[in-house]
């Protein structure tokens, strides 16, 4: 095969309309874009979000004051009051056993144990974050944080 061998499949490439070039053609006279109006005319047209004249969409919505962090992490806040109800002594509290109890909806959520509620359990903990209220309860209860945390 060489260079002159070379040519596009059959079929995939279409000859460009020449427009303006006489009746025979088929686009003569007008060149396709009908006969009168704004469209018509060599230059017209409007602009992308022109409605009318009546006040666009951009300009009639507010503006957002601040700006949004896309660097912003989400964490699914559970408290160790929660906790209390759901285990035993010496369960693992971690993403598996956090979705099969119903608290989280995925295992890829993180998730951060706050200090809201009594903790009687001794539990182990492995989530993501444990605030330092948190961790003060579960110590105290027995318990232990492990990594991550």
Request: hydrophobic share 30%.
């Amino acid at each position: 095969m060489q260079l002159h061998d070379l040519a596009p499949a059959p079929g995939s490439t279409k000859q460009r309309k020449r427009v303006g070039r006489g009746h025979g053609s088929g686009h003569g006279k007008t060149s396709g874009r009908g006969e009168n109006g704004q469209k018509s005319r060599a230059g017209g047209g409007k602009r992308a979000g022109f409605e009318g004249g009546q006040n666009p969409l951009a300009m009639r919505l507010p503006y957002k004051p601040g700006f949004k962090n896309f660097n912003r992490v989400e964490y699914a806040p559970v408290n160790v009051g929660r906790l209390e109800d759901l285990y035993t002594d010496g369960d693992l509290v971690d993403h598996d056993s956090l979705v099969s109890k119903g608290i989280i909806k995925k295992t890829t959520q993180m998730v951060k144990l706050l200090g809201d509620g009594e903790l009687t359990r001794a539990l182990t903990i492995r989530v993501d974050k444990v605030s330092v209220k948190a961790v003060e309860k579960i110590i105290a209860a027995g318990g232990k944080v492990e990594d991550p945390c």
